[in-house]
């Protein structure tokens, strides 16, 4: 297309978006690089280039947040399409001290692309039940997660979130006062113990 208008192009950027996972970054070579063969192959003489920054930054930063309020919700209320637990069970939608107008930003513009973990110890069989994740604006914007199978939990209690380093620490919303998250800096003994050598 770009020869029809005597465009000479030799670059071709195929973007970014591509999440810290290594699974979504081996299904995105596993689409892209067939084409890329077919439309320009080697000699083409295309210089081909990524953006992969979120793929580096995202396992940098792992999000904790904690839950604010819950509230039943009864199982024929819910929206077509939600997966449900039998019918005699609840539902739940939690609310969490972090949302898109914070951490969660870029819920707005894109699939979150991670899964909660739930850090409290529950017995392997405990139910699962039909749950929403929800940030404390009550925004209708501010939905996490529609549809994803928790344990009941309750206030105060903490779900983490991995692979939260792209663009979920923007300077938080003046909506509502809320303020940035505190960050705390993790490192395991094994590598402390290489830096401490390496320093010394």
């Known amino acids: 297309m770009a020869g029809e208008f005597g465009l000479t192009m030799n670059m071709l950027d195929i973007g970014g978006g591509f999440t810290g996972t290594a699974f ?70 939690y609310f969490m001290n972090g949302g898109v107008y914070g951490s969660f930003a870029s819920k707005l513009f894109e699939d979150l692309n991670t899964f909660p973990e739930v850090p409290k110890k529950y017995k392997q069989d405990e139910p699962l039940f039909t749950s929403s994740l929800w940030g404390p604006s009550c925004d209708e914007l501010d939905q996490i997660m529609e549809n994803c199978l928790l344990p009941e939990l309750n206030e105060g209690d903490w779900l983490i979130f991995d692979n939260m380093g792209a663009d979920s620490f923007h300077d938080p919303s003046a909506f509502n006062d809320f303020q940035r998250p505190a960050i705390y800096y993790m490192m395991s003994f094994s590598n402390w113990s290489e830096i401490t050598l390496v320093n010394f």
């Open 24 to 93: 979504q970054l081996e299904e995105v070579n596993h689409v892209i690089s067939p084409v890329l063969d077919v439309y320009f192959p080697e000699g083409s003489g295309i210089k081909i280039i990524s953006e992969p920054g979120s793929y580096y930054v995202s396992s940098a930063f792992t999000l904790a947040v904690n839950i604010i309020a819950k509230k039943v919700v009864e199982n024929d209320k819910l929206s077509c399409g939600v997966e449900k637990t039998r019918s005699d069970e609840p539902a739940f939608m």
